[in-house]
């Protein structure tokens, strides 16, 4: 079994929550209060993952497949372990076509999207195929990247004073209702009930006792990251700009002019579009092997060709982007819980009730 060190951990859940989230304003339906929402949300998700932390701890060196066959039994937990690598598999597949639609809009809009599409699908494969430490390297090389050039983007629109948190006022204008609405079960589900992924992860973790720590810092580090994104991006373009544009925080960039020579930095966007899609495909597309492996017992990497295949192809089934965004904020996400929230549920009450009958003295 591949192993991974507790900092490599760290930087696989910061870069796979940011994925692509800053780019766009989450939470808009609540306008100006939207970094509300956010927050709201990422504590509703730190408590998601104490729950999947807790039912990992059951068995330490089982994944998310070899938890539902402990819980729900041989057969029934491996249907329910394939729905979810298939669920796995078709989020993998969101996030290749999320590629393709957004580097026409924002990068190359004469090639055409099947090109793209499989290009990156394709780096996604080869290193699939290469299994989790691999995987993990290529983060770790990524982060300073992504760090360095987020830092940038946050210096050059507080340079050119392009913030005006006057945006952000007032506050609850409407009151706590909309913020609620826009935060669950939306943006609970999409980034932070994400962390359900680790679940197929954790088990690769060298140092077990490390596991609980390093995921809730790294978590609580990304959220706070990500409500402050959030918040930039409503002080710079306002919470009616920001609800009408497919890329806010490019948008946003745009915007930059300084002294009359450094503009245009939407290289600098388009980079971070890359680097966060590509992380999360991957890892979608790895837990959707591994789970499979787990639930038929044929070796990962034989998956890896005919899982990628299959998202490929399943990716042009959407017509055109305005399906691909209905589908995704309002289908994906109101049947996204069941995996997130539902499942663990019952898993984590099952093991109650197992332990409870356990312990209890026999009459």
Not at 116 to 127: D, R, W
């Amino acid at each position: 079994m591949q192993r991974i060190g507790k900092n490599q951990l760290s930087i696989l859940i910061i870069l796979f929550l940011i994925g692509s989230t800053p780019l766009f304003e989450l939470g808009i339906e609540a306008k100006q209060d939207a970094w509300i929402a956010m927050t709201l949300a990422a504590a509703a998700g730190l408590l998601l993952t104490a729950m999947y932390l807790r039912i990992q701890r059951r068995a330490p060196e089982a994944g998310l497949a070899e938890l539902y066959m402990m819980h729900f039994g041989k057969w029934l937990g491996g249907a329910v372990g394939l729905i979810h690598m298939l669920w796995f598999a078709y989020e993998s597949m969101r996030n290749v076509r999320d590629v393709g639609e957004l580097t026409m809009i924002a990068l190359l809009p004469l090639t055409p999207k099947w090109i793209v599409m499989l290009l990156i699908l394709a780096v996604a494969a080869y290193t699939v195929s290469k299994g989790l430490e691999v995987f993990v390297r290529v983060i770790q090389l990524l982060m300073p990247v992504a760090v360095l050039s987020y830092m940038v983007i946050v210096l050059l629109l507080l340079v050119a004073r392009l913030p005006d948190i006057s945006q952000l006022k007032p506050v609850l204008e409407n009151g706590l209702a909309p913020v609620l609405k826009a935060a669950f079960p939306d943006l609970l589900s999409f980034p932070f009930g994400q962390m359900v992924i680790m679940l197929v992860f954790w088990k690769h973790v060298a140092e077990k006792n490390t596991i609980g720590r390093a995921s809730y810092w790294s978590q609580a580090g990304v959220s706070l990251f990500l409500i402050l994104m959030n918040m930039l991006t409503l002080c710079v373009l306002g919470p009616e700009v920001s609800s009408l544009s497919a890329l806010p925080l490019l948008e946003a960039v745009q915007l930059i002019r300084l002294a009359n020579f450094l503009e245009r930095l939407d290289v600098i966007v388009t980079l971070l579009l890359f680097i966060g899609l590509y992380v999360k495909m991957t890892a979608l597309y790895m837990a959707s092997a591994l789970t499979l492996s787990a639930v038929t017992g044929i070796a990962y990497r034989n998956w890896v060709m005919p899982i990628g295949a299959a998202i490929y192809a399943s990716s042009f089934l959407e017509p055109n982007n305005t399906y691909h965004i209905w589908i995704g904020l309002d289908i994906t996400l109101k049947i996204v819980p069941l995996f997130q929230i539902v499942l663990p549920v019952l898993m984590l009450a099952v093991g109650l009730r197992k332990k409870y009958k356990a312990a209890r003295p026999a009459a």
